[in-house]
């Protein structure tokens, strides 16, 4: 194990009814300002925005409205919400929506207190934010990213075409409530569980010492997921399956598998240049890639590829885990192929060329790529 310091940053309230429950409690240690974060408006067609709207009011707090938060969230609307914060002398950030909303929110509630450029500071200088962020709430309606987990964000930059992490605001409080995903079409919840899958997997495929404890409960991870999205299938309402893939999400960005560990998460980074230059939907971006990178890595690493086989498809042999991965995301029909992915530009080989080049190669996989390979893939994919 690898030295860590670790600490769990959010108070967790699961279960339906937490809102109700909890959220005007949790309210009383807040001043009076809350800036209420969402996305395109579905909260206001199945009723989250009405409830929570409610609670706010009733609780005697004056609502700022930041809206129209979009599924990869730009460095310009991270912008535009730090800017309302410090007009309205936010005392609390409410964020309610999947994680790009939450994501977006954590790096508003460190933008908004300060007058640095904050992508400058931490993406060229690679240096932290310097004052302390306002505080900041999740209220979670599509899981999948875990975000509501930790104080890390994808933001894309449109200027310099960068999809690429910070580091700001963790909540410190999350409301999961699974009825708050019962609305969303089939499609986002499997791509969303799809992104939980490729969590624990990424982390399972980082650099580590031999039988270590992140990678059992990786495994067990991947297995429930797997498992309840298939469950899914049958049933995309079964409230129970809906549950568990709220708390397999919340596990595998909370920490516990990353501690005392590197992590690979190379297909990742290149699913966010890939989403940076087409838009493309995070979990399907990442079903279309992983089946063809795992392929070109499976001889590097065949008793991880074989174990996860056997415990999650319960299969045997390195390479027939990933037929089995491939297998399954056309199970639950999910994209294969980079031309299924709803694109706002053409997807070419001369633009996958420039996605490829701007990819950040990692070291901590079981091998790191050339960004000739990253091409090799991409077209692989295509």
């Known amino acids: 194990m690898e030295n860590f310091v670790y600490e769990y940053p959010a108070k967790v ?5 937490a809102a109700a429950a909890h959220l005007p409690g949790i309210l009383a240690a807040y001043g009076p300002n809350v800036l209420l974060a ?14 929570i709207t409610g609670i706010l009011n009733a609780a005697g707090k004056q609502i700022t409205e930041f809206t129209e938060i979009m599924s990869n969230p730009t460095w310009a609307k991270v912008q535009e919400g730090a800017r309302l914060a410090r007009e309205n002398r936010i005392d609390l950030v409410l964020a309610v929506g999947g994680g790009s909303v939450v994501d977006c929110c954590k790096i508003v509630c460190a933008q908004a207190v300060t007058d640095e450029n904050l992508w400058e500071v931490e993406r060229v200088q690679h240096k ?25 964000a994808v933001i894309t930059n449109e200027d310099s075409k960068i ?20 609305s969303l079409p089939r499609m986002q ?10 969590h624990a997997m990424e982390t399972y495929f980082g650099r580590s010492d031999r039988d270590n404890v ?38 595998a960005e909370n920490g516990i598998l990353k501690v005392g560990r590197v992590t690979d998460f190379e297909c990742h980074q290149m699913e966010h240049q890939l989403g940076a230059y087409t838009d493309c939907n995070h979990g399907q971006g990442l079903a279309v890639l992983h089946p063809a990178y795992y392929r070109h890595i499976v001889k590097d690493a065949p008793e991880k590829f074989a174990r996860l086989g056997r415990a999650v498809f319960e ?21 294969t192929k980079l031309t299924e992915l709803h694109s706002k530009v053409e997807i070419t080989p001369e633009l996958l060329r420039q996605v490829a080049d701007s990819v ?6 079981p091998r790191q790529l050339t960004h000739d390979e990253v091409y090799e893939i991409f077209m692989e994919c295509m």
Do not use: Q
């Open 13 to 17: 309230y699961f279960g339906k009814g």
């Open 189 to 198: 919840v499997l791509s969303g569980a799809f992104d939980t899958l490729s």
């Open 163 to 182: 999809k690429g992490g910070m580091f700001a605001a963790a909540p410190r409080f999350a409301i999961l409530d699974p009825e708050y995903t019962m």
């Open 315 to 335: 299969v045997e042999g390195a390479e027939a885990a990933v037929d089995a991965l491939a297998g399954f995301i056309k199970e639950c029909g999910l994209p």
């Open 38 to 51: 969402y996305g395109g408006g579905s909260i206001k067609k199945n009723g989250v925005y009405e409830e």
């Open 214 to 251: 992140s990678d059992e409960v990786a495994l067990a991870i991947m297995h429930s997921t797997v498992v309840n999205m298939r469950t899914l299938l049958k049933d995309i309402n079964d409230y129970t399956a809906r549950s568990n893939l709220m708390w397999t999400s919340a596990m």
């Open 128 to 152: 932290a934010p310097s004052k302390a962020p306002i505080p900041l709430g999740a209220v979670v309606t599509a899981s999948g990213t875990g975000a509501e987990m930790n104080g890390g």
């Open 360 to 365: 950040n190669l990692l070291p901590n996989g």
